[in-house]
């Protein structure tokens, strides 16, 4: 499969973060995914009461749909904008506290307690401090991931699962010879090297 100049292709944290700042957040969607709408059966699988990972959420708008539904959800970002504004435009109470594992990381919590925003770098997240889930909902994740870091990303993310978790990942077709991402065009074959 050609991924076309993307291979070599690097986003740093502060291009995100600018990204943030300047309102660039074409990725951002208002409304719930309508992919997640028809698949929620898949993911939930007939329970209830789940622990639901989002990586890199941004401010997610499912996240909140999914809690109050009953789950607990989790998701990273390195954004602090996103992650508070996440909060405000839902008009939610949240804390905010160190993550002491994990210099500068700070954790924002509903009050609530059902929400759980870590910003940081999802590279220094384990299982060991956000424990394991039984769904992950990745709509903008492995393809905004840098080409270079995906064997990375794929390996922390079966490590954060349960063994019967459901994943839920969404991807994007594309010529990568027309754009340079992100989003990133990941070919099923690279899903499938990666993930099984």
């Known amino acids: 499969s050609d991924v076309g100049s993307q291979k070599e292709r ?10 943030w700042e300047m309102g660039n957040i074409g990725f951002h969607k208002e409304q719930r995914h309508p992919l997640l709408q ?15 990972f989002f990586p890199l959420c941004g401010k997610a708008v ?18 602090e904008q996103a992650v508070k504004d996440f909060f405000s435009e839902h008009s939610l109470p949240y804390c905010e506290e160190p993550v002491p594992e994990i210099s500068g990381a700070k954790m924002f919590q509903s009050t609530s307690g059902n929400i759980s925003l870590y910003c940081c770098s999802i590279y220094d997240l384990s299982s060991s401090i956000v424990g394991k889930f039984d769904g992950v909902w990745d709509r903008g994740a492995l393809v905004a991931v840098n080409p270079c870091d995906r064997q990375r990303y794929a390996s922390l993310m ?4 349960e063994k019967n978790s459901s994943y839920l990942l969404v991807t994007v077709s594309y010529d990568p010879n027309k754009h340079k991402g992100p989003p990133f065009y990941v070919p099923e074959s690279e ?5 099984g």
């Open 10 to 19: 690097v986003v740093t944290e502060e291009e995100w973060l600018q990204k």
């Open 158 to 161: 079966i490590n954060l699962v």
């Open 191 to 195: 899903i499938k090297r990666l993930f």
């Open 38 to 52: 028809k698949y929620l059966d898949v993911l939930l699988n007939g329970r209830s009461g789940l622990r639901i």
């Open 62 to 79: 499912e996240m909140k749909w999914l809690a109050d539904m009953g789950h607990s959800v989790v998701g990273v970002e390195v954004s």
